[in-house]
């Protein structure tokens, strides 16, 4: 079993930057890729990035992110993290990371494709 927590979110004003954190303890998940979501209200919750691997490896953002959202992660203490930066309001929603195993790549940003989440943590961006 793998548990994830998600820390660091918070308000902030737009144009601003955030660091999300999502640590993981429990079983072995060397070979688990990586994903952050998002969920506002009202909206299905929706893959903002993925790594291919808890150590590392292959990126990939989504349209709305690309260019102000980065991933990178940090092996001495399992954790990898989510910078937001030239938030915007349409940003605001509650964030998850996600460790999955055992899918291809194309299937990393389809929530069904992860095993495990963490419980979130809200974001908010005010204009």
């Known amino acids: 079993q793998v548990q994830l927590v998600e820390s660091g979110g918070g308000l902030v004003q737009a144009g601003g930057s955030l660091r999300l954190s999502c640590a993981a303890s429990?079983?072995?998940?060397?070979?688990?890729?990586v994903g952050w979501f998002r969920q506002a209200p009202g909206k299905e919750r929706e893959c903002v990035g993925t790594?291919?691997?808890?150590?590392?490896?292959?990126?990939d953002y989504a349209d709305s992110v690309k260019g102000r959202f980065t991933i990178s992660r940090d092996n001495a203490k399992n954790a990898v993290y989510l910078h937001m930066n030239s938030l915007k309001p349409e940003d605001t929603a509650v964030y998850y990371c996600a460790a999955g195993v055992g899918a291809i790549s194309g299937l990393y940003y389809y929530t069904s494709s992860y095993a495990y989440w963490g419980q979130g943590t809200q974001v908010t961006v005010s204009s």
């Open positions: 790594i291919k691997s808890w150590y590392g490896g292959t990126t």
């Open positions: 429990g079983r072995t998940y060397r070979n688990y890729f």
